[in-house]
């Protein structure tokens, strides 16, 4: 989880914010490899995250970045988009009761294909899960 401090270097209410998140995902979900608070570096650099925090788990081999917050992570991706040159998706937002994607005014003929591959995937996905939860136990094939 990505802060401006590295575990603890520095005191601050949103370093106590992005710390107070990474113990809930690490209670909620034991199975996850979930580091932070940490820098960027930290987290995608191997020789930064070796040299000054060898205990962490992650060692600059981060595959998934949470940003603190929405502005935080909506201006990484469009710097990495611009800037970078390279192809992002989304965003992609979770945590609602049905699929919801967003195309911003910027979208181009890219960015419209690929939201609307992740909107069909998402549909699939709740199709099944309500298919699933009408077909009653008792009406199951038995092997």
């Known amino acids: 989880m990505l802060s401006f401090s590295n575990f603890g270097s520095a ?14 995902v690490k209670r909620k979900a034991p199975g996850l490899v979930i580091e932070g608070e940490m820098q960027v570096e930290t987290a ?13 788990k992650i060692q600059g081999d981060a595959n998934v970045l949470i940003f603190p917050d929405l502005q935080s992570g909506n201006i990484a991706y469009k710097l990495i988009q611009r800037l970078g040159g390279a192809e992002v998706f989304g965003p992609i937002l979770t945590g ?7 195309l911003h005014q910027a979208s ?5 294909i690929n939201i609307t591959a992740i909107a069909v995937v998402d549909a ?11 077909i009653e136990p008792s009406k199951l094939p038995v092997s």
């Not at 005191?11 to 992005?18: A, G, M, N, Q, T």
């Not at 609602?96 to 967003?102: E, G, I, N, Y």
């Open 11 to 24: 005191k601050h209410p949103l370093v106590d914010l992005v710390q107070k998140a990474a113990e809930i």
């Open 44 to 56: 995608v650099v191997p020789e930064v995250a070796g040299e000054h925090f060898p205990f962490s």
């Open 96 to 102: 609602m009761d049905k699929p919801v994607h967003v």
């Open 108 to 112: 181009d003929e890219n960015d419209i």
């Open 124 to 134: 699939q996905r709740q199709q099944s899960l309500e298919e699933q939860s009408i």
